[in-house]
């Protein structure tokens, strides 16, 4: 293949200083992620397009270069690029090698990798062959993770998710800074509170894609529908041969009763399309990390899988841009905030009904540990039905203590030997 394809690529061959126009801003919360550029196991990054995974590896290249690697020992590849297309990762290495760094160890990054066939079989051959390159992979398609790939690459690899800002994130990129231990004593002052309920608003609405934050008001929805349609058709109708107009319908169905337990029936009712086909196109969607589902804890697996699945989104300004909206929902909005929450710090979560509904249910190892509610104010209206649906959880689960996240409201309940503690959702995603 012909090495001016790959230039574009990696200016840093031509001007290392280009570098600095790449790299963003850093996420502290990535930190291990871009240190793993230190070790030979595979580094594999995961997660939705347009997350910041191919900055992350731009932060790992600057890393290296102010180390005094070699700029010529580092080698980016975006697969995207349909120039690339017809050229096989022998010829893209053998070409880079030969012209560039025949000896030297290389630093070698593969963005979108699952768009060549065979990856995962070509580099753990390099790996095995202890050949002088480290490699960091990465692909919007959880295709990465799938068993048999990451069987082919056990022991070889440290994988990391990556997903849209969390809310301090977002406050750093909208250039706020808070001392956690005011936060943590409720030292706030009011002007502070006001501006953190501010931009608490914008999240709930634009939600945390990067260059979303930092883009100009009048475009950030326009951007936000652009990044749907990317991801619905290159990762999703492009790569599984897909019906466009039933992907598109069926994910407009999804992201518009998002929260909520999507019954196979409903579906089909409102769409006009088979079991198998919803089963097959939503395994697409959770593929691409754009929807996820949420499970009705049980002990039996089986009784587990008589009640239906709660959706949730990636993203709320994604949802929000591209949804049929009714009202502005913002009790769902708050929850899908929450559940990512959840989702980012890994932990194990259900939600639980038997007469009523609870949002969320913490599992550790055997034991469910914590139960969560979810409202965005706490009123006469709803006091009842929120209520019983976190009680019942915390009387199964021999909880004594519960939560209710809300907009902004903060008190304390007693009820029987039971407490729970109502905290505004800022707080919790803070802490």
Same mark, same amino acid.
């Given at each position: 293949?012909?090495? !001016?394809?790959?230039?574009e690529?990696?200016p840093?061959?031509?001007?290392?200083?280009?570098i600095?126009?790449?790299i963003?801003?850093?996420?502290?919360?990535?930190?291990l992620?871009?240190?793993?550029i230190?070790i030979?196991?595979i580094?594999i990054?995961t997660g939705?397009r347009?997350?910041?995974?191919?900055?992350?590896?731009?932060?790992?290249? %600057?890393?290296?270069?102010?180390?005094?690697?070699?700029?010529k020992?580092?080698?980016?590849?975006?697969?995207?690029d349909?120039?690339?297309s017809?050229?096989?990762?022998?010829?893209i290495?053998?070409s880079?090698?030969i012209?560039?760094?025949?000896?030297?160890k290389?630093?070698?990054f593969f963005?979108?990798?699952?768009?060549?066939?065979?990856?995962?079989?070509?580099?753990?051959k390099?790996y095995?062959? %202890?050949?002088?390159d480290?490699?960091?992979?990465?692909?919007?398609?959880s295709?990465?993770?799938?068993?048999?790939?990451?069987?082919?690459?056990?022991?070889?690899?440290?994988?990391?998710e990556?997903f849209?800002?969390?809310?301090?994130?977002?406050?750093?990129?909208n250039?706020?800074?808070?001392?956690?231990?005011n936060?943590?004593?409720?030292?706030?002052?009011e002007?502070?509170?006001?501006?953190?309920?501010?931009?608490?608003?914008?999240?709930?609405?634009?939600?945390?894609?990067?260059?979303?934050?930092?883009k100009?008001?009048?475009?950030?929805?326009?951007?936000?529908?652009?990044?749907?349609d990317?991801?619905?058709?290159?990762?999703?109708?492009?790569?599984?041969?897909?019906?466009?107009?039933?992907?598109?319908?069926l994910a407009?169905?999804?992201?518009?009763?998002?929260?909520?337990p999507?019954?196979?029936?409903?579906?089909?009712?409102?769409?006009?399309?088979s079991?198998?086909l919803?089963k097959?196109?939503l395994s697409?969607?959770?593929?691409?990390?754009i929807?996820?589902?949420l499970?009705?804890?049980?002990y039996?697996?089986?009784?587990?899988?008589?009640?239906?699945?709660k959706i949730?989104?990636?993203?709320?300004?994604?949802?929000n841009?591209?949804?049929f909206?009714?009202?502005?929902?913002?009790?769902?909005?708050?929850?899908?905030l929450?559940f990512?929450?959840?989702?980012?710090k890994?932990?194990?979560?259900?939600?639980?009904?038997?007469?009523?509904?609870c949002?969320?249910?913490?599992k550790?190892?055997?034991k469910?540990? !914590?139960?969560?509610?979810?409202c965005?104010?706490?009123?006469?209206?709803?006091?009842?039905?929120?209520?019983?649906?976190?009680l019942?959880?915390? %009387?199964?689960?021999?909880?004594? !203590?519960?939560?209710?996240?809300?907009?902004?409201?903060?008190?304390?309940?007693?009820? !029987?030997d039971?407490?729970?503690?109502?905290?505004?959702?800022?707080?919790?995603l803070?802490?």
């Amino acid at each position: 293949m012909e090495l !001016e394809k790959l230039n574009e690529w990696n200016p840093w061959w031509e001007n290392k200083e280009l570098i600095n126009e790449l790299i963003g801003i850093t996420r502290d919360e990535y930190n291990l992620l871009v240190n793993s550029i230190e070790i030979r196991e595979i580094t594999i990054i995961t997660g939705v397009r347009r997350s910041g995974k191919s900055t992350l590896m731009y932060q790992m290249i %600057k890393k290296l270069l102010e180390k005094g690697i070699s700029s010529k020992q580092i080698l980016f590849v975006n697969f995207d690029d349909k120039k690339l297309s017809p050229d096989s990762l022998d010829d893209i290495y053998e070409s880079y090698r030969i012209n560039l760094n025949p000896e030297k160890k290389a630093y070698i990054f593969f963005d979108e990798v699952h768009k060549k066939n065979d990856w995962e079989s070509w580099i753990r051959k390099k790996y095995d062959l %202890k050949t002088k390159d480290k490699f960091v992979i990465s692909g919007s398609c959880s295709y990465l993770l799938k068993k048999e790939y990451s069987v082919l690459l056990t022991g070889r690899n440290l994988t990391f998710e990556v997903f849209p800002l969390d809310f301090k994130e977002f406050l750093l990129f909208n250039n706020i800074k808070l001392e956690k231990e005011n936060i943590e004593k409720g030292i706030l002052l009011e002007k502070s509170k006001i501006v953190i309920l501010n931009k608490l608003n914008a999240y709930l609405e634009l939600g945390g894609f990067p260059e979303i934050v930092l883009k100009e008001e009048q475009f950030k929805m326009q951007v936000l529908k652009q990044y749907f349609d990317d991801i619905l058709y290159k990762d999703i109708v492009d790569r599984y041969n897909l019906n466009s107009q039933k992907t598109s319908d069926l994910a407009l169905f999804l992201i518009t009763n998002f929260t909520s337990p999507i019954s196979l029936r409903n579906v089909r009712n409102s769409l006009g399309v088979s079991y198998d086909l919803i089963k097959d196109y939503l395994s697409y969607f959770k593929e691409a990390f754009i929807f996820f589902t949420l499970e009705h804890f049980s002990y039996s697996l089986k009784e587990q899988k008589t009640l239906a699945s709660k959706i949730y989104c990636i993203d709320n300004g994604l949802r929000n841009a591209v949804s049929f909206k009714f009202s502005k929902d913002e009790g769902r909005l708050v929850e899908n905030l929450v559940f990512l929450e959840l989702k980012r710090k890994g932990k194990d979560f259900y939600y639980h009904k038997e007469n009523s509904e609870c949002d969320f249910v913490i599992k550790n190892n055997l034991k469910i540990v !914590e139960a969560i509610q979810v409202c965005f104010n706490f009123n006469e209206k709803n006091e009842k039905r929120e209520l019983d649906g976190l009680l019942e959880a915390m %009387k199964k689960f021999n909880l004594n !203590e519960g939560i209710i996240l809300t907009y902004d409201q903060e008190k304390e309940l007693k009820i !029987e030997d039971k407490t729970i503690t109502i905290k505004p959702v800022w707080k919790w995603l803070l802490d």
